[in-house]
């Protein structure tokens, strides 16, 4: 049966009364206006990140004269504050207290003008396409550091010894101060490994002369500093190897009077690389097969301490101990694929490296505290590296340390490009080594003179 007009009309009406009171809710307007201005934080937040940092560096938005701005630059403000560390005024200040800020004259050289780095570190020439992570300097808030002198510091080695002594990331270090200080010499055939051997990946120890300086900087494999040895007769089948807690590794017989060395050790102390592949620890003739590797590793630091103490004679040398610097894996961890890749920048805040990668750093504190407790004289400098290298999540191998981009689930998030990280280090331990030689001019004079 066909509805008449009237009919109809009473029943639209009811629709449009519905319509017009959900109109009235205006759910649609204050929805438009919330995703405009999620759209807009979305874009300035990019922008922020993405900015030009050549525009920042020169005084563009984020200048870092501007106080209101200061937060901006990861070191904090102070600037004004800071002293010289090189001068009196500057012997109090920690220069492991500080941030990273940009530096466009960075880096201090190109990994392609170095022969003596390893591809694995080579990320820009292995395909990285970023190089924000070259232009960071680290900076302490209180003083500032001299800046890096190549020249001088190989006249300050004149016919002597620096000795790197540690694992793969101690390598890294040793292969960063290589090309530093090789960048000033015009004829790198001058520079040269004494037994001929390439600067390849193997057992055993480097030795590079600055044949124009008469100087050595070497390198020693000895990830865990001390003794890794066969099992004594009668152990167990399981038992491989031992690492021998109370006696250093066999290489300190050739790096012993060293007029320079520099420790670490750390990243080979993990259930891992110890127990799991038949590594157990031993004391005397006594394995000790119920022992934690964090104790091991307590046991092992003391034993270094008690070395430098009582072997090497402090008038000599100068003693640098390296502390550990964090992985930086997300998603798992290096056999688990754990990456880094996409990381471009700095930690803007505090550093989100799981607690652990802090254990190493915190046993050797406990170690020398208790040291100092003891009112004895610490021989040794401490190159504390640990809390400023937490940040760096932009700054490892990633997938850049083969020729051919390396698959997603075989990261490494524990070596570092270079140039890069490690380079800061070496300023540290630089503006360290010319603070000490100052404050002895005799014994800094007749060393170079010898």
């Known amino acids: 049966m066909l509805k008449t007009p009237s009919q109809q009309d009473n029943e639209i009406l009811p629709f449009f009364e519905g319509l017009k009171k959900f109109k009235r809710f205006r759910l649609l307007e204050p929805s438009v206006g919330v995703l405009g201005f999620f759209f807009v934080t979305v874009c300035v937040i990019c922008c922020f990140f993405y900015l030009d940092y050549r525009a920042a560096a020169k005084g563009f938005l984020f200048s870092t004269q501007s106080e209101r701005f200061m937060w901006f630059r990861f070191g904090g403000p102070g600037e ?37 780095m390893d591809g694995g570190f080579r990320c820009s020439e292995n395909g990285r396409p970023d190089i924000f992570y070259t232009k960071w300097r680290w900076q302490p808030k209180y003083c500032n550091l001299p800046r890096f002198n190549a020249t001088m510091m190989l006249e300050r080695l004149r016919n002597k010894r620096l000795a790197f002594v540690g694992d793969s990331i101690g390598r890294n270090q040793w292969e960063s101060l290589l090309c530093m200080l090789s960048s000033v010499i015009p004829n790198k055939n001058s520079i040269y490994e004494v037994n001929g051997s390439p600067i390849t ?19 020693y494999r000895a990830p865990f500093l001390v003794l890794q040895s066969r099992p004594p007769a009668g152990a167990l089948r399981k038992i491989r190897t031992t690492l021998k807690l109370d006696q250093m590794d066999w290489s300190s017989m050739k790096w012993g009077d060293a007029d320079v060395l520099v420790f670490n050790t750390g990243h080979w102390w993990n259930y891992e690389k110890t127990v799991r592949g038949g590594c157990y620890f031993q004391v005397g003739k006594e394995v ?40 930086h894996f997300r998603g798992g961890s290096w056999k688990t694929g754990g990456t880094c890749h996409m990381e471009t920048l700095p930690e ?24 100092t407790n003891r009112s004895e004289v610490l021989k040794l400098d401490l190159l504390n590296v640990t809390e400023m290298s937490s940040r760096r999540k932009d700054g490892h191998s990633s997938r850049y340390y ?43 004079s007749s060393r170079t003179e010898s």
């Open 80 to 116: 004004d504050r800071r002293v010289e560390f090189l001068t009196e005024q500057g012997d109090g200040c920690d220069v492991f207290d500080g941030g990273w800020e940009w530096d466009e004259s960075y880096p201090l050289y190109q990994s392609k003008n170095c022969s003596f």
């Open 201 to 219: 990946k193997h057992k055993g120890f480097l030795v590079f002369k600055f044949k124009d300086f008469n100087c050595t900087v070497e390198y």
């Open 288 to 327: 000790k097969m119920d022992m934690k590797v964090e104790d091991a590793y307590h046991r092992s630091i003391e034993t270094v301490v008690d070395y430098i103490h009582t072997k090497i004679n402090p008038n000599k040398t100068q003693i640098f101990f390296r502390t550990y610097a964090p992985v």
């Open 348 to 371: 803007l805040g505090s550093s989100l490296v799981p607690p652990d990668n802090w254990s190493q750093f915190k046993t050797v504190m406990d170690v020398l505290s208790a040291r």
């Open 402 to 444: 083969l020729p051919d981009l390396a698959p997603l689930h075989r990261q490494d998030c524990s070596h570092w490009c270079l140039p890069g990280v490690p380079d800061a280090w070496n300023e540290l331990l630089y503006a360290l080594f010319l603070k000490h030689a100052d404050a002895r001019p005799s014994n800094s």
